[in-house]
């Protein structure tokens, strides 16, 4: 189902195992870098072209390793003028700022994990967890299941429990559960960020660098009273964004 790309000097090719279509660039009405696909109840970042015959190709971001260089080359055919020239992508890696940051003195957007969703069905476990283990010390199978399925929880749960600091600088991402997230972004090097509710999932940031590097983090123990004033405050910061969760 995932579709290959090549683009070139007269088209793009997009293919997948059971045919090809070769697309000139006559032919394109308009490209949408950044925008959203419906796949099963839930909008998934995308981006789009919009075809003269009315048809539309969505290219899903998360389908494709390389979904920046793929962006950055087309921002070169939407920028070229008469004559269409693609030059040599430099590899993009990850906004990491290298500025000595003091999150004593940023503003941080979180909440109570602990009394969140996510957070009452993780630290539920392991209440239960712990009781299982005193009540029946012998059963090395259930303990192992245990384990497993605190592996699970622990995984996809943490998953939602993201909180954020910010000023004018720069945005940095922790997560309640998870010590080693701490992913650091200068806010000149942010193109866009959108607020996003997945389906089933918990209120989202998704953050899209300059260099089209787009990541989503989900925010499980903020409430919305805070998703507005950490909007509010990215505004007042001059940053492009997006509320596409309805508050």
Same mark, same amino acid.
């Given at each position: 189902?995932?579709?290959?790309?090549?683009? #070139?000097?007269?088209?793009?090719? @997009?293919?997948?195992?059971?045919?090809? *279509?070769?697309?000139?660039?006559?032919?394109?009405?308009?490209?949408?870098?950044?925008?959203?696909?419906?796949?099963?109840?839930?909008?998934?970042?995308?981006?789009? =072209?919009? =075809?003269?015959?009315?048809?539309?190709?969505?290219?899903?971001?998360?389908?494709?390793?390389?979904?920046?260089?793929?962006?950055?080359?087309? *921002?070169?055919?939407?920028?070229?003028?008469? *004559?269409?020239?693609?030059?040599?992508?430099?590899?993009?890696?990850? @906004?990491?700022?290298? #500025?000595?940051?003091?999150?004593?003195?940023?503003?941080?957007?979180?909440?109570?994990?602990?009394?969140?969703?996510?957070?009452?069905?993780?630290?539920?476990?392991?209440?239960?967890?712990?009781?299982?283990?005193?009540?029946?010390?012998?059963?090395?199978?259930?303990?192992?299941?245990? @384990? @497993?399925?605190?592996? +699970?929880?622990?995984?996809?749960?943490?998953?939602?429990?993201?909180?954020?600091?910010?000023?004018?600088?720069?945005?940095? +991402? /922790?997560?309640?559960?998870?010590?080693? +997230?701490?992913? /650091?972004?200068?806010?000149? #090097?942010?193109? *866009? +960020?959108?607020?996003?509710?997945?389906?089933?999932?918990?209120?989202?940031?998704?953050?899209?660098?300059?260099?089209?590097?787009? /990541?989503?983090?989900?925010?499980?123990?903020?409430?919305?009273?805070?998703? /507005?004033?950490?909007?509010? #405050?990215?505004?007042?910061?001059?940053?492009?964004?997006?509320?596409?969760?309805?508050?």
């Amino acid at each position: 189902m995932c579709k290959s790309i090549e683009i #070139d000097s007269k088209g793009i090719n @997009v293919s997948n195992l059971f045919n090809k *279509q070769s697309i000139l660039w006559s032919e394109i009405n308009t490209i949408e870098l950044i925008g959203k696909s419906q796949v099963a109840n839930s909008p998934l970042d995308a981006t789009i =072209l919009n =075809l003269k015959n009315g048809r539309k190709i969505d290219l899903i971001a998360s389908r494709y390793e390389n979904m920046p260089a793929i962006r950055k080359t087309l *921002q070169q055919i939407i920028e070229s003028n008469d *004559q269409i020239l693609l030059s040599p992508l430099k590899a993009t890696s990850k @906004v990491d700022t290298t #500025d000595t940051i003091h999150l004593s003195k940023m503003t941080k957007y979180s909440g109570n994990h602990i009394l969140s969703f996510n957070g009452i069905l993780l630290y539920g476990w392991i209440i239960f967890s712990i009781f299982i283990v005193f009540t029946y010390p012998n059963s090395g199978g259930l303990i192992i299941g245990l @384990v @497993v399925m605190f592996g +699970v929880l622990y995984g996809s749960l943490g998953l939602q429990l993201h909180y954020f600091y910010m000023d004018q600088k720069n945005l940095v +991402v /922790k997560n309640h559960v998870w010590p080693w +997230v701490n992913d /650091k972004y200068r806010i000149e #090097d942010i193109k *866009q +960020v959108i607020i996003e509710a997945p389906y089933k999932k918990s209120t989202s940031l998704r953050v899209i660098t300059n260099g089209f590097i787009s /990541k989503l983090y989900s925010g499980g123990s903020l409430k919305f009273s805070m998703w /507005k004033k950490f909007l509010k #405050d990215i505004q007042n910061f001059n940053i492009d964004a997006k509320n596409e969760a309805g508050f």
